[in-house]
């Protein structure tokens, strides 16, 4: 099988194609791959490093400043061109998109080729690339179930669910080296690897405000100065603030509740885990997809949702008060998020490729 993968701009479009191409590789001992992303975002870094062949464009995104979108369109024309002459040299089985910026020259090129496509969007509400290159796709898998009435251009839509990493912990986490001891329900609270300066600053209240009966492990951001962040805080019985934190699945693991961000890979990597969650979502993202994805979840009882500008100290200790109980609320909560777990997206994905792959135009 031969396969052409494109996604960028973010980890919510690059992790999901890496967690496919890593089924793929699992089901494919003759795979062939080719990634195409872009010349300067994180894939360029992240991508070669996993030992995958990989191809740039320059291409950005329209930023609404007229000399660089200008500019933009004729790098657009060149990087069909140059997708053209990819796909003619690496004569791909199927091609698959992601999402981001890039995949838009990508999924033209194998649609104007004939070759088969697959786009994936990871997002309750649809990012406009994917909006657009939904109509020369032959499969469009989605996330959520209320994607498919964005895609009515659409030759087939199926809903996959979220191609997430292997989320498996089998080595546990010892919370003793963190200052923390098993008497006490952990709270993880994080907000993304660069972390959330408004969110920071609405926390500090309710990190010097009284919490009983429950610990916090607070990563606040890699783009945060750490020790200033710190001298904010007055209260530290049963807190450790870090900057940031690698071994993250393992103690999200150990954790009782979990706070963050509603991008689509933390919440399904939640799910995946189990755990409660409390969802602050973002209200500076594309299309407040964040939003979107935190309703859908919530409206199908499955994690609980805070709006940012309702934050206080106050309704959050209760939120994770509620959460720490053993009531009706929190049995159906994990009723629910094993409904989501029972689906297998990796395995429905790989077949909808395989299909594509069998009834492909050969060059």
Not at 57 to 85: H, M, P, T
Not at 150 to 173: I, M, R
Request: glycine residues 6%; charged residues 25%; positive net charge.
């Amino acid at each position: 099988m031969k396969v052409i993968v494109s996604a960028g701009g973010s980890g919510g479009h690059i992790y999901p194609a890496l967690a496919i191409i890593n089924k793929l590789k699992e089901k494919e001992k003759n795979l062939e791959l080719l990634y195409i992303g872009t010349h300067n975002r994180m894939e360029k870094e992240i991508v070669p490093k996993k030992g995958i062949a990989y191809q740039a464009l320059e291409i950005y995104g329209f930023n609404k400043n007229i000399k660089r979108d200008i500019k933009n369109v004729f790098l657009i024309r060149k990087a069909k061109k140059q997708c053209l002459q990819i796909m003619k040299d690496f004569k791909p089985d199927v091609v698959i998109g992601v999402g981001g910026y890039v995949t838009y020259p990508v999924i033209w090129a194998a649609h104007h080729l004939g070759i088969k496509t697959f786009i994936h969007e990871q997002n309750s509400r649809p990012g406009k690339v994917n909006y657009l290159v939904s109509r020369y796709a032959d499969v469009v898998g989605i996330t959520f179930q209320s994607s498919e009435s964005y895609f009515k251009k659409a030759k087939k839509v199926v809903y996959t669910g979220h191609p997430s990493l292997d989320t498996q912990v089998n080595e546990p986490f010892n919370i003793s080296t963190l200052g923390f001891t098993k008497t006490k329900p952990l709270v993880l609270y994080v907000a993304g690897s660069l972390g959330s300066a408004s969110l920071n600053q609405k926390m500090i209240e309710f990190l010097n405000g009284k919490r009983e009966g429950y610990a916090i492990f607070y990563v606040v951001g890699s783009n945060v100065r750490l020790e200033e962040f710190k001298r904010k805080i007055t209260n530290h019985k049963d807190l450790k603030i870090v900057d940031y934190f690698e071994d993250l699945p393992r103690i999200m693991k150990e954790s009782d509740v979990i706070i963050s961000r509603a991008g689509a890979g933390t919440l399904f990597e939640i799910i995946a885990l189990g755990k409660k969650s409390i969802v602050i979502p973002s209200p500076n993202v594309a299309n407040n997809h964040q939003y979107y994805n935190a309703k859908e979840l919530e409206e199908n009882k499955v994690i609980t949702v805070l709006a940012e500008e309702q934050l206080t100290k106050e309704i959050l200790n209760t939120k994770i008060q509620a959460l720490l109980k053993e009531d009706n609320q929190t049995q159906e909560l994990e009723k629910n998020m094993k409904r989501y777990r029972e689906k297998q997206p990796l395995e429905d994905i790989y077949k909808i490729v395989k299909d594509l792959t069998c009834s492909s135009k050969k060059f």
